[in-house]
């Protein structure tokens, strides 16, 4: 999973990849609130996003489809934001999956 707080985080990230301008839309407009943007990869499918969905020290704010990615917006008790940018792969599977699409703003 790649974190981005500010634009030099941008560099990690190739130009070619499709999340890029999501992610560089999302960073140019964070303001003082404490925010992290995640890039979910292949290899992070068995994270526990599913299980954060339901939990009860973390709301689920919104899940939006946005060119070809998935953004799904979560906050703490705490006033925490953390928005998970997870690619519309064939990876994207199982409960993960599920718990996007059934949260996900038509």
């Known amino acids: 999973m790649l974190k981005f707080t500010s634009t030099a985080d941008l560099l990690r990230l190739q130009s070619t990849d499709p999340a890029q301008p999501v992610i560089s839309t999302l960073i140019s407009n964070l303001n ?3 925010v992290t943007i995640a890039l979910m990869q292949p ?6 996003l599913a299980e954060l969905c339901n939990a009860e020290d973390v709301s689920l704010e919104g899940v939006i489809e946005q060119g070809g990615v998935f953004l799904v917006v979560l906050q703490t008790d705490y006033q925490y934001g953390i928005i998970f940018v ?3 792969a064939d990876w ?15």
Do not use: A, F, K, S
């Open 32 to 34: 003082t609130d404490p």
């Open 92 to 106: 994207l599977n199982g409960e993960l999956r599920r718990c996007i699409e059934q949260n996900l703003y038509n």
């Open 43 to 48: 290899h992070d499918v068995d994270h526990p």
């Open 86 to 88: 997870v690619p519309d």
